[in-house]
């Protein structure tokens, strides 16, 4: 709403009012009805609203009523005289089932903020009790609380009306398995009705790995002495951490979200309000009309309302069932996913370009009909997406295995999934899934986190960045800057922003944690920006890498099965584009020129120079005749020089491995770069970045990206590009091979894990003014397939 969102809401507001006012005056007409669903989507953005939102949800149910009642007389007066009243006005019909589907989600929304307000009520409406001034009366309070009897209530609850509203929009659908969005709305509204009867914790904190057997012996008696001090220790500091986090405000411990509960050391309460009303009947309907919305949602590509289902699926779940709830968590991270690529796609792409014109055709189509699985339209342009798009055929999700509880995963690998979940107002959760081909290992776990505390996070982590670039560029430094104590900052920043999922993580790694194993980490676009790879508990790693869901890591797995290794003689290059290294001493040439001249004169590409530099259809060219590899060596960002729109159209599925040593910059880069950017659009400039890069090269056909997130050096870059170019030329007889991720992960150390026999050279180092080993952190980043091996 911009920057005065109470005047343009006060606008709106008169502008829809005084339109209904105007068609109330007409009679009965569907433009009437989409007025008031208007106005009553508009409600749900009033920025007066109060912290109790059940008023306003009431006004806002006042409106979907009256609109159901107009869709119902538009209904009835179509239906007159007609033998199948659903297939001659299925206009009015989907008219009605979207003013349903809207009243179903109003009394959802209603009745999830009755029950998060439930112990703030019972508070606030609790008699006055005599007590002695001065004495802790809170015993007493919590007594009287607990013994007053549960009532019926003879009327419908909030979610029960949700669930009577849901069912009629599903019927009201001409197909027999309905509208994707009234089957969520459903399954939801069946969970709140469940979880009214049922009064339990959705999600409980998985319990610390088992610690291994101790041996026999007198040394066995001094480790068992050790473990029981070291976890006596450990259940004081959780003891002293719950006191001090304890909030005095009673509205600060509910939760906007019922399904989502702060875990207990209680005994789980299993006691029933009415058993007459079967809740495992409750619960199992509720979830096969999840799994009817996400099937009929994946058929038609409405990934959007997908993830809410599946995310509603994983509350069903909950700790009861962690493979479940782990793959239906990893199924709401793909389908956000699958809808955010397609729009950085759309986004970099030209006006004209075809296959986003599909792409934006059906979101069109979307919104325009309610149920698109019974259009003739929608079909016939989903089976031209399926056939002319590129970026489309990339990001589908089978149905048949996005539930699978045991992927098809390598059992070399741990997946880790980590997502921001938006919940009901204001509040935020993080979520962690564990993803194995043993279903007994798979795991997940959502707890409350917060938005302020992510957004700073965020803030130091940029600021750190620019820091570091003005170093590396040569700039004068802030006085008292420090890399040691900014980078240490940084990582107490990101470990206090994940803490409440850290402890689960620990758990799903096992009690030798990360020590040889190689992790995936399907990191969401908001958390990206973090250095996970700093996490402490993740230093003893094989490799750690990145992908951005599961099913995308699944596919690139099933086709790598079929595809050998790439050879760095091979390889094709984009160097210098500008011409911006120029000179006997720059940097970038006589680099690319050792590296060349060491592992292939065979290299073919394009490279900027005195004489001239590559054009955009030049550089299109060497992209796209990528067989192998494909390394972009120069200053600044990759799309800044070869333009997003460029890319776009390009099929890449021949080019398996994208190394983008960039990111350093020079005089002559910072000044075209300046006066490049101030002609850009915030839209552009976000292309740039490290994540939408790789999910723009991710979805025009590139494996593996290993791109950097931190401001870098041309000397910096030549060596590690070197190291994994050159990681497999001496290899005994009998090694096994190092894959693309291992060799970054091992290049690319920070000084904290350099072995101490290395001292002396970083002393010499930091004297010379070489600024490679003073750096404490990682620079770069895998994005993709891990397993990618380079050798000839």
């Not at 007066?77 to 199948?84: L, M």
Request: aromatic content about 4%; some cysteine.
């Amino acid at each position: 709403l911009g920057g005065r969102p109470d005047a343009l809401y006060d606008g709106a507001m008169r502008a829809v009012s005084e339109a209904i006012t105007i068609l109330r005056t007409c009679g009965s007409s569907m433009n009437l009805v989409k007025s008031l669903i208007c106005l009553a989507e508009l409600m749900y953005k009033d920025p007066s609203m109060a912290d109790d939102p059940r008023p306003t949800l009431k006004t806002i149910t006042n409106v979907v009523s009256e609109a159901e009642v107009q869709a119902e007389k538009i209904l009835a007066i179509a239906c007159e005289g007609s033998v199948n009243p659903l297939r001659s006005s299925l206009p009015a019909a989907r008219l009605l089932a979207a003013v349903k589907s809207a009243k179903a989600r109003c009394l959802l929304e209603l009745a999830k903020a009755e029950r998060a307000f439930e112990n703030f009520d019972k508070q606030q409406n609790r008699p006055d009790f005599p007590t002695m001034q001065g004495a802790d009366a809170s015993a007493i309070l919590a007594f009287l609380d607990d013994s007053v009897p549960e009532t019926f209530d003879v009327a419908l609850g909030s979610a029960e009306q949700a669930v009577v509203a849901a069912s009629e929009a599903v019927n009201l659908h001409k197909k027999s398995d309905g509208s994707v969005d009234s089957l969520y709305l459903l399954g939801d509204a069946l969970l709140a009705v469940y979880n009214t009867q049922i009064k339990t914790e959705a999600w409980k904190e998985p319990p610390p790995p088992t610690m291994p057997p101790v041996p026999s012996g007198d040394d066995a008696e001094g480790e068992a002495v050790e473990l029981d001090e070291k976890a006596d220790a450990e259940v004081d500091a959780a003891e002293g951490e719950d006191k001090e986090e304890q909030p005095d405000d009673p509205a600060e411990t509910t939760s906007e979200d019922s399904r989502v509960e702060e875990s207990s050391d209680t005994e789980e309460v299993t006691s029933v309000a009415h058993p007459e009303f079967a809740p495992d009947l409750t619960k199992t309907r509720a979830i096969r009309a999840l799994e009817q919305s996400i099937d009929v949602g994946l058929k038609t590509g409405k990934y959007d309302s997908v993830s809410k289902a599946a995310l509603c699926l994983a509350h069903a779940y909950g700790s009861a069932e962690p493979g479940n709830a782990a793959a239906a968590l990893a199924l709401s991270q793909s389908c956000k996913v699958a809808e955010l690529q397609l729009s950085i796609f759309t986004s970099a792409t030209d006006d004209q370009d075809i296959e986003a014109l599909l792409i934006r055709n059906k979101r069109l189509l979307e919104a325009t009909l309610g149920d698109p699985a019974a259009s003739k339209h929608s079909a016939s342009l989903l089976d031209r997406l399926d056939s002319s798009s590129q970026a489309w055929r990339s990001l589908q999700i089978d149905p048949g295995q996005c539930m699978a509880s045991s992927p098809s995963l390598p059992e070399d690998l741990s997946v880790f999934s980590l997502q921001l979940i938006h919940g009901q107002g204001d509040e935020t959760f993080l979520a962690i899934g564990c993803h194995n081909a043993d279903a007994g290992r798979a795991g997940a776990h959502v707890a409350r986190a917060d938005a302020t505390q992510l957004s700073a996070a965020l803030s130091l982590v940029n600021n750190f960045k620019l820091s570091e670039e003005k170093r590396a560029s040569g700039a004068a430094a802030a006085e008292g800057y420090s890399v040691t104590s900014g980078w240490g900052e940084v990582c107490d920043a990101v470990k206090f922003v994940l803490s409440p999922v850290l402890s689960a993580w620990k758990s799903f790694l096992g009690v030798e944690g990360a020590k040889g194993k190689k992790v995936v980490l399907l990191v969401d676009e908001i958390l990206s920006p973090l250095p996970l790879e700093a996490l402490d508990f993740l230093a003893d790693a094989a490799a750690v890498s990145r992908d951005f869901s599961l099913h995308i890591l699944l596919k690139r797995l099933a086709n790598a099965s079929s595809r050998g290794d790439v050879s760095p003689s091979g390889l094709t290059y984009l160097v210098d584009l500008r011409n911006e290294d120029e000179g006997e001493d720059g940097a970038i040439p006589s680099a690319f020129a050792a590296m060349k001249e060491r592992f292939g004169a065979d290299w073919h590409g394009a490279q900027g120079s005195s004489d001239g530099i590559p054009g955009e259809g030049e550089c299109q060219r060497v992209m796209s005749s990528a067989r192998g590899a494909l390394m972009y060596f120069g200053h600044g960002r990759l799309m800044s020089y070869v333009l997003p729109p460029a890319i776009a159209c390009l099929d890449l599925t021949q080019c398996r491995l994208a190394l983008l040593a960039c990111n350093t910059t020079n005089e002559a880069a910072r000044a075209a770069q300046t006066r490049l950017d101030n002609r850009k659009s915030e839209r552009e400039k976000r292309l740039e970045d490290p994540f939408r890069t790789a999910a723009l090269l991710s979805t025009r056909g590139v494996e593996t990206i290993v791109l950097p997130v931190m401001p870098c050096t041309p000397a910096g870059n030549r060596e590690t590009i070197t190291a994994l170019l050159g990681v497999n030329e001496a290899l005994e007889a009998d090694a096994p091979p190092v894959d693309v991720a291992s060799a970054v992960w091992n290049a690319d150390k920070p000084k904290a894990t350099a072995p101490p026999e290395d001292a002396g050279e970083v002393e010499a180092a930091d004297e010379s003014g070489d600024a490679k080993e003073e750096l404490p952190y990682r620079r770069y980043v895998v994005w993709g397939l891990p397993s990618i091996k380079i050798r000839a």
